[in-house]
DNA sequence: TTGTGATTGTTCGCAGCACGAAGTAATTTG
DNA sequence: CAAATTACTTCGTGCTGCGAACAATCACAA
């Protein structure tokens, strides 16, 4: 009798939910994937298009369409860096922080919401072992 | 001191941390990510198309195009249901099956790797309370 | 200081994805 | 048998992501 599903089907499965939960959430806040990804990235700070491509796992040249189109929506502003002429860096307009607060909020409730029905033991327990996995994983999404 | 990560967070990065591999797979197999979704979904059966978008979470006219694309590289066929002569089952081609397979494998090795240097004692805690968690999700993935 | 080479970001063309509205054909239901 | 339902397709739109080619700028070394 198996009830122990392998791992790696587990981990496809959960990642299924969770980027079909994603989608529908930033739906509901009027943002692609894409750009919701985006705009987690810039929650604290401005970042430049190399950098911001690299946390992104993007290349260069898909990340300026997808910066215009926020910047197009007014999400997203490019700012000059004083540094380097070359450079720019992007950042968050009041518009985009407000959006990446509403989706931020409202994943993170139903994303709670996924675990709600495990014991507590469990649940920490999992969450715990979860912080280990993806410690080296870019902060795509922060507390 | 805060080495727990909310719950949210570390769901979101576990995802985008698998999708990455997914599509990195894919890549090598010269799969795309819905491609391979949908291979791994007609895994075991034929499968028509309204019950395969429920599946995928994809709308009708969305699969069309993506059996077609796959029709094309010969991965997939649409076969006449007998029973029905409006519907049509999508079918794994032996080439769409060797794909699938060869995806499947590397994935599934990849996504186990990335538990490995877990004790062995948390992993399979992990893994069952993952097992848990998608118990009512979609089979898109199995062992 | 003046190359030379690396880095930053962009443009372009391309294939693919996903949606919704509208349409066709076959089936079921009343 | 007519009407409603179901299965799938077509079309148009916007978004995604890649790689190749390119301009501007910077860093460093001769």
Do not use: W
């Not at 969770?18 to 700070?45: F, H, I, K, P, W």
């Amino acid at each position: 009798m198996k009830d122990t599903l392998g791992a790696a089907s587990g981990l496809v499965r959960l990642t299924f939910l969770v980027q079909n939960l994603y989608a529908e959430v930033g739906r509901a806040c009027d943002l692609t994937v894409a750009q919701a990804q985006m705009l987690c990235s810039l929650s604290d700070r401005s970042i430049g298009m190399a950098e911001l491509s690299g946390l992104l796992c993007l290349e260069r040249s898909s990340l300026t369409g997808l910066v215009d189109r926020a910047q197009q929506r007014g999400l997203v502003v490019r700012e000059d860096d004083p540094q380097d002429r070359r450079a720019v860096k992007v950042a968050l307009t009041p518009a985009g922080s407000a959006a990446l607060h509403r989706f931020h909020d409202e994943l993170t409730e139903r994303l709670d919401h996924l675990l709600q029905e495990l014991p507590a033991t469990e649940r920490d327990r999992f969450t715990q072992t979860l912080g280990r996995v993806v410690a080296d994983a870019p902060a795509v999404f922060a507390d």
